[in-house]
């Protein structure tokens, strides 16, 4: 069974089709990254998948469940979890109170749980603990009292991947995890995403960078001008002709 | 390890904080037993505490914007005034049917209003502000209109009443410090984290699972429980009720203080209420240019602390931490 299944997924804005009969499945674990050039409808499609868009006509099924057209919070609580391309942190928080945000699925209580500080100790000191957890995996542990904004970017990207972990996602959605990342980051976010998905979360990204792609990724999809041009592992994705003229043949040309 | 508690003794631990905190104490002990005028200053400096603590919950907390809960002051203020005074209730239970009649306000004006965002949000809010100023005004009947309502008795229970001005003040003072620690409660709460969460950004926020038009309305209806509770101690306090009480005029003061003070900190509303309701006071020597000197002194507050009088500290800090490098 598939994770992710995206059915005929078409998307118009005004006169302009961002999407066409775009049709995919994720598998239940492992790494997927989708490619395009720019403009190719890739953050689009996961606009509708993670409910801040609904898709013109098509549908969206996680598991068993159709989640087309349903409200972000509602697809997040099913377990799917996304960041977002210009980084979407809280801020003013600090860097640990962000990824405890993160742990809001997964713990309980409203205004009596905030008067009764004694009773919510213990969960409070969960919450804490799971976050501190992630912030070592990410290597943001000596970041944890500094507030977000204060963060180099690519930190920032870091922590809103490890805040999205916080809320354990069935799957997770990167959109361009490594833009604005040096070779260094993006080599440790390799890493970091080799373990997620080893861990048992699928992970489904959206990305620029071909080393990072080509590295990770069990699977390839192409998207361009809103059209699935191709589908497969990383070898054959690297030898389908469409692909090479649409968006590896365009790279070379603009190196020439 | 545990930087949650850290933080906020780090925050109790800051000396020019202990300072201001030392200093606003010297002066409510001094006010105590030196009694006078400046006793009932303080009165309003603690309600209004109450009131800009709600607020803070909304707009410093949750980001959002509220220019009508002097609205919610004033069902509350209104339902103790009438009840205690035309029908001769007891004032604690008047302030309960007050209290509820806040929260059925604010869930019947928070749900569809609370689907706005930023400038209409305001405006909508600032239209309910109106609206209840014009109720008091116009439903004579019931409010006795411009004329108000007197003869409002104290807080108290049975024949055990607060009616001395000390009295009263300690109970001000008491009734302000659990609605600031109630406020600080919920912000370290889950609660509280949804809140922030929020006002950091509503995509992020609901990307996390957060049901963002669901917290947005308890964050309305704690904060205008809050103005419904200082609305009712306004009018036991003074005695005395009318549509001006809780007029616009409210409002500004309230916003005043709560950027003066420091919005979204713990301290903020109280310092605020005490820097406003005593600056124009500390003028009076002054005279004609007493507005004028005022004005200029929030002015100034505003362009060298720009987050309010409780970021100081931290502004400090950091401006000697820059200097030795």
Redesign the interface.
């Known amino acids: 069974m598939s994770m992710l299944r995206l059915d005929s997924i078409t998307r118009r804005f005004g006169g302009l089709v961002a999407l066409e009969n775009v049709s995919l499945e994720i598998q239940t674990s492992g790494i997927t990254a989708i490619i395009g050039p720019n403009g190719a409808g890739k953050t689009t499609l996961f606009n509708i998948i993670?409910g801040?868009n609904t898709p013109s006509a098509g549908r969206v099924l996680f598991g068993d469940d159709d989640i087309t057209g349903i409200?972000?919070?509602l697809i997040?609580?099913r377990g799917l979890?996304?960041?977002?391309q210009l980084v979407?942190?809280?801020?003013?928080?600090?860097v640990?109170?962000n990824v405890?945000?993160?742990r809001?699925?997964h713990?309980?209580?409203?205004?009596l749980?905030?008067?009764l500080?004694r009773l919510?100790a213990r969960?409070?000191a969960e919450?804490?603990a799971a976050a501190q957890a992630l912030l070592r995996q990410t290597g943001l542990a000596d970041r944890?009292?500094v507030p977000a904004s204060a963060l180099p970017y690519g930190q920032k990207r870091l922590l809103e991947i490890a805040?999205?972990l916080a809320?354990e996602p069935k799957l997770l959605l990167l959109d361009e995890p490594a833009a604005g990342l040096n070779r260094e980051e993006t080599l440790r976010l390799a890493e970091l995403l080799r373990a997620v998905a080893a861990a048992g979360t699928a992970v489904l990204l959206i990305e620029h960078d071909m080393t990072l792609v080509m590295n990770v990724a069990a699977q390839i999809a192409v998207l361009d001008f809103g059209r699935l041009i191709a589908n497969g592992t990383p070898a054959e994705v690297r030898q389908n002709p469409d692909v090479i003229a649409a968006y590896l043949g365009q790279a070379e040309a603009a190196l020439a | 390890m545990?930087?949650?508690t850290?933080?906020w003794a780090k925050r109790g631990s800051n000396p020019v904080l202990l300072a201001v905190w030392g200093l606003a104490s010297a002066l409510v002990v001094y006010v105590l037993i030196r009694g006078g005028y400046l006793m009932s200053v303080l009165q309003i400096a603690a309600i209004y505490t109450v009131f800009v603590t709600g607020l803070n919950i909304f707009m410093g907390y949750t980001g959002q914007v509220s220019f009508g809960h002097n609205a919610f002051a004033a069902v509350s203020g209104y339902t103790s005034a009438v009840l205690t005074a035309t029908y001769n209730w007891e004032p604690l239970p008047a302030a309960a049917v007050g209290l509820g009649g806040v929260l059925l306000c604010a869930l019947i004006i928070g749900y569809p209003t609370l689907r706005l965002r930023g400038h209409y949000l305001a405006m909508a809010t600032l239209a309910i502000g109106l609206i209840a100023y014009d109720v008091a005004v116009e439903w004579g009947s019931v409010t006795q209109g411009y004329m108000g309502i007197s003869g409002i008795p104290p807080i108290g229970i049975g024949r055990w009443t607060v009616a001395s001005d000390r009295g009263i003040l300690v109970l001000l003072i008491i009734v302000a410090a659990i609605g600031m620690f109630?406020a600080a409660?919920?912000r370290?709460?889950?609660?509280?984290?949804?809140f922030?969460?929020i006002?950091?950004?509503e995509?992020?926020?609901?990307?996390?699972?957060?049901?963002?038009s669901h917290y947005k309305l308890?964050a309305f209806l704690?904060s205008a429980f809050y103005a419904g509770v200082a609305g009712s101690l306004f009018v036991h306090a003074i005695g005395f009720v009318s549509p001006e009480v809780f007029g616009l005029h409210m409002v500004v003061l309230a916003f005043t203080m709560l950027y003066i003070g420091g919005i979204?900190t713990f301290v903020g509303p109280a310092l605020g209420a005490l820097i406003v309701t005593l600056l124009p006071e500390s003028f009076r020597t002054f005279n004609e240019y007493q507005d004028l000197a005022y004005g200029a002194v929030l002015i100034l507050i505003l362009i060298y602390a720009p987050g309010g009088v409780a970021s100081l500290p931290k502004l400090l800090s950091s401006s000697s931490r820059r200097k030795p490098a």
């Open positions: 993670s801040f409200a972000p919070e997040a609580r979890i996304r960041t977002f979407q942190l809280f801020d003013e928080l600090s640990l109170e405890k945000v993160g809001h699925l713990t309980r209580g409203g205004l749980m905030a008067f500080p919510a969960r409070e919450v804490e944890a009292c805040r999205a809320a | 545990n930087s949650l850290s933080t109630a409660g919920i370290r709460s889950r609660l509280g984290r949804a922030v969460a006002a950091g950004s995509n992020a926020a609901r990307a996390l699972g957060i049901d963002v308890v704690i979204g």
